[in-house]
């Protein structure tokens, strides 16, 4: 039997996947995470799975993993030393930056700016120059000069170094020569290129993207060759793949050369996950809600492709790496509840984590977070076991809530509401900031809710936006893990073009778009993807001549040599133009770059249509419980969701109970089992 597995690595749980091919059968598992070391927790993850599902860690076949290393090490600023080496006269360059301060508005005043992640002790300019815009060598590089700064910095005790020299986007023969020269003059220090990480304009951009890479090169390549290690010892010649920020894939070995293209590696598989779900039951447009432990991320789908960005943004840090278009906020079941000094009362961004975590894990922790108010509510019933082994203390977490009322002159059950209230609209806002902020109405759209908190959730939120149906798919808890199973083996290639529609034609960007086309299948073949399964996707980053705000339009190579040439994507930029900022202008189209992205498939799992049966549901109901909604109790049923066949229809107010996650279907509203297995809540009325 062909069995694949799929783990992501959180911030407080590590969910593992394993998918049986020939029955389909899914058996999920959920560890804690092990901060100090997660490849620890990765292991226990995969041989408590395996197990489980009657299979052993030698039989795998396909690994895929989701890693939050590089994530954490940008957050916590725990990576290596970098040692930059740039065009002499730019030292200065990641100083300089953007005239950009996060934050809201006059935040700035009470900011502390965070320090370059390469340091100017640690940075060397070197003669040598690259004309712009022809790339013509003007001043030869000197050699010896980039010999003296090697060494210096080697002897300083740099860990990786970067090399971004001006306009080498244009001409790449300096920075590749200085590689030559730091191979020849050091021991196998990590070096990284900016014309290999970024080949595209943008001075500041380029180089700080190459210096996260290299930021992350030693610890991600001393973690994946522990977990390599660890997996081989426990028997696997399972071929691991690393998801990439795009929800793509990469083998590891590419993964330890460009590492700062994991930066968004978990929460993208849940969205291409859920996007790979609701397409193929029909819903192709989609907003995502993906609310774990310590956070919330939100994307957009349309057309069943998620919406992705190339600038990538890990808490203060704007880089150009393509990636998931997720917007995270601090709102999670491990968000802590907190009364102000104003009286009002704040829930997040801070988390219980995983350790204490939550007052009802009675694991000594005692702020009342999000999960404590579920389980207050009776949201979560007292039968659930979390992760389907740890019993939750409810006194503790009734008391943690208590401490909240107390301070509100409330009741316990109104303190929780109040806490869901508050999480939910927070989330609330990150939906609008990728729906409404960009031009789309939420009520076109579905809504899939996953994570080990979103399925309790997204009946809520669904209600307050509009957007239905909502889907909560088999093993919401993992959906991260299982999206991986779903992604395609896939890498980016790109290059600065800057021409307008006056100044060339269809013709011309086809034939820069083969050059490009011919680097992907390359880079493909180097991954072990047969030449039958290559697929292609082309892109265009416009803009308007003279303006600065790019767009990413995707393009139908074939027509661009017919007589269409540039009039369609134009008119496509045009049209997302308008509804994103509500005008066009009488201008020039101008291509700032061109993308091609190579696509490798590789078959993790398939998903499979089973038959409807009849709406009666009572065969898998277990209990009644007590359930706080609209300021009242109900007496609720609660269902087991393995129990559940397609066809049942469950009326609402009801709970759902799974090993991963725990569904709430809210009064007047009706959930339904369908052909692929999703729970599908609607209105009542609606459904």
């Given at each position: 039997?062909?069995?694949?597995?799929?783990?992501?690595?959180?911030?407080?749980?590590?969910?593992?996947?394993?998918?049986?091919?020939?029955?389909?059968?899914?058996?999920?598992?959920?560890?804690?995470?092990?901060?100090?070391?997660?490849?620890?927790?990765?292991?226990?993850?995969?041989?408590?799975?395996?197990?489980?599902?009657?299979?052993?860690?030698?039989?795998?076949?396909?690994?895929?993993?989701?890693?939050?290393?590089?994530?954490?090490?940008?957050?916590?600023?725990?990576?290596?030393?970098?040692?930059?080496?740039?065009?002499?006269?730019?030292?200065?360059?990641?100083?300089?930056?953007?005239?950009?301060?996060?934050?809201?508005?006059?935040?700035?005043?009470?900011?502390?700016?965070?320090?370059?992640?390469?340091?100017?002790?640690?940075?060397?300019?070197?003669?040598?120059?690259?004309?712009?815009?022809?790339?013509?060598?003007?001043?030869?590089?000197?050699?010896?000069?980039?010999?003296?700064?090697?060494?210096?910095?080697?002897?300083?005790?740099?860990?990786?170094?970067?090399?971004?020299?001006?306009?080498?986007?244009?001409?790449?023969?300096?920075?590749?020569?200085?590689?030559?020269?730091?191979?020849?003059?050091?021991?196998?220090?990590?070096?990284?290129?900016?014309?290999?990480?970024?080949?595209?304009?943008?001075?500041?951009?380029?180089?700080?993207?190459?210096?996260?890479?290299?930021?992350?090169?030693?610890?991600?390549?001393?973690?994946?060759?522990?977990?390599?290690?660890?997996?081989?010892?426990?028997?696997?010649?399972?071929?691991?793949?690393?998801?990439?920020?795009?929800?793509?894939?990469?083998?590891?070995?590419?993964?330890?050369?460009?590492?700062?293209?994991?930066?968004?590696?978990?929460?993208?598989?849940?969205?291409?996950?859920?996007?790979?779900i609701a397409a193929k039951k029909g819903v192709p447009d989609v907003l995502t809600l993906d609310m774990g432990?310590?956070?919330?991320?939100?994307?957009?789908?349309?057309?069943?492709?998620?919406?992705?960005?190339?600038?990538?943004?890990?808490?203060?840090?704007?880089?150009?790496?393509?990636?998931?278009?997720?917007?995270?906020?601090?709102?999670?079941?491990?968000?802590?509840?907190?009364?102000?000094?104003?009286?009002?009362?704040?829930?997040?961004?801070?988390?219980?984590?995983?350790?204490?975590?939550?007052?009802?894990?009675?694991?000594?922790?005692?702020?009342?977070?999000?999960?404590?108010?579920?389980?207050?509510?009776?949201?979560?019933?007292?039968?659930?076991?979390?992760?389907?082994?740890?019993?939750?203390?409810?006194?503790?977490?009734?008391?943690?809530?208590?401490?909240?009322?107390?301070?509100?002159?409330?009741?316990?059950?109104?303190?929780?509401?109040?806490?869901?209230?508050?999480?939910?609209?927070?989330?609330?806002?990150?939906?609008?900031?990728?729906?409404?902020?960009?031009?789309?109405?939420?009520?076109?759209?579905?809504?899939?809710?996953?994570?080990?908190?979103?399925?309790?959730?997204?009946?809520?939120?669904?209600?307050?936006?509009?957007?239905?149906?909502?889907?909560?798919?088999?093993?919401?808890?993992?959906?991260?893990?299982?999206?991986?199973?779903?992604?395609?083996?896939?890498?980016?290639?790109?290059?600065?073009?800057?021409?307008?529609?006056?100044?060339?034609?269809?013709?011309?960007?086809?034939?820069?778009?083969?050059?490009?086309?011919?680097?992907?299948?390359?880079?493909?073949?180097?991954?072990?993807?047969?030449?039958?399964?290559?697929?292609?996707?082309?892109?265009?980053?416009?803009?308007?001549?003279?303006?600065?705000?790019?767009?990413?339009?995707?393009?139908?190579?074939?027509?661009?040599?017919?007589?269409?040439?540039?009039?369609?994507?134009?008119?496509?930029?045009?049209?997302?133009?308008?509804?994103?900022?509500?005008?066009?202008?009488?201008?020039?189209?101008?291509?700032?770059?061109?993308?091609?992205?190579?696509?490798?498939?590789?078959?993790?799992?398939?998903?499979?249509?089973?038959?409807?049966?009849?709406?009666?549901?009572?065969?898998?109901?277990?209990?009644?419980?007590?359930?706080?909604?609209?300021?009242?109790?109900?007496?609720?049923?609660?269902?087991?969701?393995?129990?559940?066949?397609?066809?049942?229809?469950?009326?609402?107010?009801?709970?759902?109970?799974?090993?991963?996650?725990?569904?709430?279907?809210?009064?007047?509203?009706?959930?339904?089992?369908?052909?692929?297995?999703n729970i599908e809540i609607n209105r009542g009325d609606d459904a």
């Amino acid at each position: 039997m062909t069995h694949n597995l799929g783990v992501d690595v959180g911030g407080t749980f590590t969910d593992v996947i394993v998918v049986d091919e020939t029955t389909h059968d899914i058996t999920i598992e959920k560890v804690l995470t092990t901060p100090s070391n997660p490849s620890e927790g990765v292991l226990a993850g995969v041989e408590q799975a395996t197990e489980k599902a009657g299979t052993s860690v030698a039989d795998l076949e396909l690994l895929f993993h989701g890693t939050t290393v590089v994530t954490n090490m940008l957050l916590e600023e725990t990576g290596s030393r970098v040692g930059l080496i740039t065009s002499a006269g730019h030292e200065d360059i990641l100083h300089l930056a953007r005239a950009w301060t996060p934050g809201p508005l006059y935040g700035w005043m009470d900011m502390d700016k965070p320090d370059p992640l390469a340091d100017l002790v640690d940075t060397r300019g070197v003669p040598g120059k690259i004309s712009s815009p022809d790339g013509e060598v003007t001043e030869p590089l000197d050699e010896d000069a980039v010999r003296t700064a090697v060494r210096d910095l080697a002897d300083a005790g740099v860990e990786s170094l970067t090399v971004a020299l001006l306009n080498s986007y244009l001409n790449p023969s300096h920075e590749q020569r200085v590689r030559e020269i730091v191979d020849e003059e050091t021991d196998a220090l990590p070096v990284s290129i900016s014309s290999d990480i970024v080949s595209e304009y943008g001075e500041y951009e380029r180089t700080l993207t190459t210096v996260i890479n290299d930021y992350a090169r030693p610890e991600v390549i001393s973690y994946l060759e522990d977990l390599d290690t660890s997996l081989a010892d426990a028997g696997s010649t399972a071929r691991m793949n690393v998801v990439r920020s795009d929800g793509g894939l990469m083998s590891s070995e590419a993964a330890k050369n460009r590492p700062v293209e994991l930066a968004l590696s978990g929460p993208s598989g849940g969205v291409v996950g859920a996007a790979t779900i609701a397409a193929k039951k029909g819903v192709p447009d989609v907003l995502t809600l993906d609310m774990g432990g310590t956070s919330t991320d939100v994307s957009l789908v349309e057309d069943g492709q998620p919406e992705t960005t190339r600038q990538t943004k890990v808490g203060y840090r704007e880089f150009t790496s393509r990636s998931v278009d997720v917007n995270t906020v601090g709102a999670g079941g491990g968000s802590v509840a907190r009364v102000q000094l104003s009286g009002s009362l704040q829930v997040g961004p801070e988390s219980s984590g995983a350790d204490p975590g939550p007052a009802c894990y009675g694991q000594g922790g005692e702020e009342p977070t999000v999960t404590d108010a579920n389980v207050v509510l009776g949201r979560i019933p007292p039968t659930v076991q979390l992760g389907g082994t740890m019993d939750l203390d409810r006194a503790a977490a009734r008391s943690a809530v208590a401490d909240i009322a107390d301070q509100r002159d409330t009741s316990v059950e109104e303190a929780a509401q109040a806490i869901l209230d508050i999480v939910n609209e927070n989330m609330h806002g990150a939906l609008r900031v990728v729906s409404v902020e960009r031009g789309y109405d939420p009520r076109d759209f579905g809504l899939v809710g996953f994570g080990g908190a979103g399925p309790m959730h997204a009946n809520g939120l669904a209600d307050v936006m509009g957007t239905y149906p909502v889907i909560v798919p088999p093993g919401p808890g993992v959906m991260s893990a299982f999206g991986f199973l779903t992604s395609d083996v896939q890498n980016e290639f790109a290059e600065t073009y800057l021409e307008t529609d006056l100044d060339v034609d269809g013709a011309d960007v086809y034939e820069e778009l083969q050059t490009l086309r011919a680097d992907a299948a390359d880079w493909l073949r180097s991954e072990g993807v047969p030449e039958e399964d290559h697929a292609f996707e082309y892109y265009a980053e416009c803009r308007y001549f003279r303006q600065d705000i790019q767009m990413s339009i995707p393009i139908d190579v074939e027509k661009l040599r017919t007589d269409v040439g540039l009039d369609e994507i134009k008119a496509d930029f045009e049209a997302r133009h308008d509804r994103r900022f509500g005008f066009s202008l009488d201008a020039p189209l101008e291509i700032a770059n061109l993308r091609v992205i190579g696509k490798g498939s590789v078959q993790g799992v398939t998903i499979e249509e089973q038959s409807v049966g009849g709406a009666d549901p009572s065969d898998a109901r277990r209990d009644t419980t007590e359930v706080y909604f609209d300021g009242a109790y109900h007496e609720t049923p609660v269902y087991d969701r393995a129990a559940l066949t397609p066809g049942n229809e469950i009326a609402g107010p009801a709970i759902v109970v799974e090993d991963d996650a725990t569904i709430v279907v809210q009064p007047a509203h009706t959930a339904t089992i369908d052909r692929y297995a999703n729970i599908e809540i609607n209105r009542g009325d609606d459904a």
